[in-house]
């Protein structure tokens, strides 16, 4: 890797970090420059903008959530337990603090939902792919034979991100004890209810 290249690495890897806490519309090239020790200038020649940072940063953090979260449960058997895989991979990403500042969706969701724009399209388009990767193991479960056939694999997605996103705001707003026990509940009777009669 040339040098520039693994600059340009460790200044997204910060970045990224540096975003889990403050937030993409309180990421900054200069709290950036501030964190790495690094001129303000010198990081322009990375960035260029604000936006573009915002861009890079989601990006950067998607490839860490595939590493961590989806690349690990698509070596499981197909089916239910690569279902159950991704779910627990992200309890995981939140739970062990990946971030320190907690889910960088989530946040970046609640910062842009209102904001149209390349960082918004991009975190978009991020989700839609995570919601796809959801559907797609979910529709193959029902090719397993684990779900049953009716099953309306958008919806299950759908449902199971809720879940999710009702764990991240029991864990990290309302400081809930019972957040992760009550996010398994959930998805426990997500799978139940998308099972074959006969299993």
Do not use: N
């Not at 340009?8 to 519309?25: D, F, K, N, P």
């Amino acid at each position: 890797m040339r040098k520039g290249d693994l600059t340009h690495q460790t200044i997204l890897e910060t970045a990224v970090r540096l975003a889990s806490r403050v937030g993409l519309q309180g990421l900054s090239i200069g709290g950036l420059a501030e964190e790495l020790g690094l001129s303000k200038s010198g990081l322009f020649a990375h960035f260029k903008s604000k936006t573009e940072l915002q861009v890079q940063v989601l990006e950067a953090a998607t490839v860490v959530f595939t590493e961590r979260v989806i690349r690990p449960a698509l070596g499981k058997a197909r089916g239910e337990p690569r279902v159950r895989a991704l779910f627990d991979g992200w309890l995981t990403w939140d739970r062990d603090k990946v971030l320190e500042g907690g889910c960088i969706f989530v946040a970046a969701a609640a910062e842009l939902d209102d904001a149209p724009g390349p960082a918004r399209d991009t975190l978009v388009q991020g989700q839609r792919d995570w919601l796809d990767c959801l559907a797609q193991a979910a529709r193959i479960a029902v090719a397993e034979g684990h779900f049953h056939k009716a099953l309306d694999v958008e919806q299950f997605a759908h449902d199971q991100y809720a879940a999710m996103l009702g764990f991240h705001h029991a864990q990290r707003l309302m400081r809930d004890p019972q957040a992760e026990a009550r996010a398994r509940r959930a998805f426990e009777a997500l799978v139940t209810a998308a099972r074959t009669p006969t299993s």
